[in-house]
Nanobody
Framework: VPLVESGGGLVESGGSLTLSCAPERPLTSAAMGWFRQAPGKEREIVAA????????FYADAVKGRFSISGDRKQNTVSLQMHNLKPEDTAVYYCVVRIATLWNFWGQGTQVTVSL
């Protein structure tokens, strides 16, 4: 199922951006989240929300600055990013988990944080 991402862009250090994601077709998911990949680095998970438990995960690097939220019925997820740093520069990917694996990935949206 294609995922539609929006909200990336260029922002100065200390600024804020909000990423949003929704599937093109309805689906039933167990969790949704965001990964990112910076140039020359491996893809890493940023934040995720599990619908049944309500558990939310944040990578240590973004705790206190990023906030994930979503709507289970609509299968939408957003990532509010505050106090952005140059090291947050990356392509951000929306992901959907059906059972135990991240089954669907968005095409990615570029976030660039300038000094």
């Amino acid at each position: 199922v294609p995922l539609v991402e929006s909200g990336g862009g260029l922002v100065e250090s200390g600024g804020s951006l909000t990423l949003s994601c929704a599937p093109e077709r309805p689906l039933t998911s167990a969790a949704m989240g965001w990964f990112r990949q910076a140039p020359g680095k491996e893809r890493e998970i940023v934040a995720a929300i599990a619908w049944d438990s309500g558990n939310i995960f944040y990578a240590d690097a973004v705790k206190g600055r990023f906030s994930i939220s979503g709507d289970r019925k609509q299968n939408t997820v957003s990532l509010q990013m505050h106090n952005l740093k140059p090291e947050d520069t990356a392509v951000y990917y929306c992901v959907v988990r059906i059972a135990t694996l991240w089954n669907f990935w968005g095409q990615g949206t570029q976030v660039t944080v300038s000094l």
